[in-house]
């Protein structure tokens, strides 16, 4: 089940505990830090079973035209189970209810890192097309990909 969380606290705690989860994708204390601070004023939806939420998602505007996916997380025992398409539905749902017409993510280059593969292989089967490389946005060592879609 995905729902739409607007309480502030509620969120920095969903997000701090499944991005700690994934210290192989969150491992920059910092990086991490500002995704868990900036997700109090983001559209923020998370998937929960019965027991505990599994995973969120986070949207913010990058135009007046394009929502983006700012942060993602499923735990990785949930991984392969739905969680995450289950999530990317609803915000592209939520993006086109807002009157959006394009989604984006930006994620390392296919290539670099095979964690981050099977990331850029989800988006692509949720129907992201390749939009840009940006090698030098975040450093050398992570070349950021720039994935786009219709809604």
């Given at each position: 089940?995905?729902?739409?969380?607007?309480?502030?606290?509620?969120?920095?705690?969903?997000?701090?505990?499944?991005?700690?989860?994934?210290?192989?994708?969150?491992?920059?204390?910092?990086?991490?830090?500002?995704?868990?601070?900036?997700?109090?004023?983001?559209?923020?939806?998370?998937?929960?079973d019965?027991?505990?939420?599994?995973?969120?998602?986070?949207?913010k505007?990058?135009?007046?035209?394009?929502?983006?996916?700012?942060?993602?997380?499923?735990?990785?025992?949930?991984?392969?189970?739905?969680?995450?398409?289950?999530?990317?539905?609803?915000?592209?749902?939520?993006?086109?209810?807002?009157?959006?017409?394009?989604?984006q993510?930006?994620?390392?280059?296919?290539?670099?890192?095979?964690?981050?593969?099977?990331?850029?292989?989800?988006?692509?089967?949720?129907?992201?097309?390749?939009?840009?490389?940006?090698?030098?946005?975040?450093?050398?060592?992570?070349?950021?990909?720039i994935?786009?879609?219709?809604?």
């Amino acid at each position: 089940m995905v729902v739409r969380i607007t309480d502030p606290e509620e969120k920095k705690q969903i997000s701090r505990s499944i991005l700690e989860a994934l210290y192989d994708w969150f491992q920059v204390e910092e990086s991490r830090e500002q995704y868990i601070a900036e997700s109090v004023d983001r559209i923020f939806l998370a998937a929960k079973d019965e027991e505990e939420y599994t995973g969120f998602l986070c949207l913010k505007e990058t135009g007046k035209d394009t929502m983006e996916i700012a942060v993602m997380g499923v735990l990785q025992k949930e991984h392969r189970k739905g969680v995450g398409r289950a999530l990317f539905e609803e915000a592209k749902r939520v993006a086109k209810q807002e009157g959006y017409s394009f989604l984006q993510v930006k994620t390392v280059q296919m290539g670099m890192y095979e964690d981050y593969d099977a990331t850029n292989r989800f988006y692509l089967a949720c129907g992201f097309k390749e939009f840009e490389v940006l090698p030098e946005l975040w450093d050398e060592a992570n070349p950021c990909q720039i994935y786009v879609m219709s809604l």
